[in-house]
């Protein structure tokens, strides 16, 4: 599964894991960073915004 930005977003905030099967677009994790640096989020949300990071395949958008 492909996950959005606002869908992350959302577990972010309510600190739950994502399905085991989700890639994560490249693009949406520079939206991810932005937001967080422009909603001063806090330690806890940036860390756990990481490990999601560390833990999920982070895909590269081409077209072919």
């Given at each position: 599964?492909?996950f959005d930005t606002?869908?992350?977003?959302?577990?972010?905030?309510?600190?739950?894991?994502?399905?085991?099967?989700?890639?994560?677009?490249?693009?949406?994790?520079?939206?991810?960073?932005?937001?967080?640096?422009?909603s001063d989020w806090?330690?806890?949300?940036?860390?756990?915004?990481?490990?999601?990071?560390?833990?999920?395949?982070?895909?590269?958008?081409?077209?072919?």
């Amino acid at each position: 599964m492909v996950f959005d930005t606002n869908l992350i977003i959302e577990h972010i905030r309510k600190q739950l894991t994502l399905p085991s099967r989700v890639i994560i677009p490249v693009i949406v994790v520079g939206e991810l960073e932005a937001f967080a640096l422009k909603s001063d989020w806090g330690y806890q949300k940036v860390t756990f915004m990481q490990k999601l990071f560390e833990r999920f395949p982070i895909v590269d958008i081409t077209r072919e």
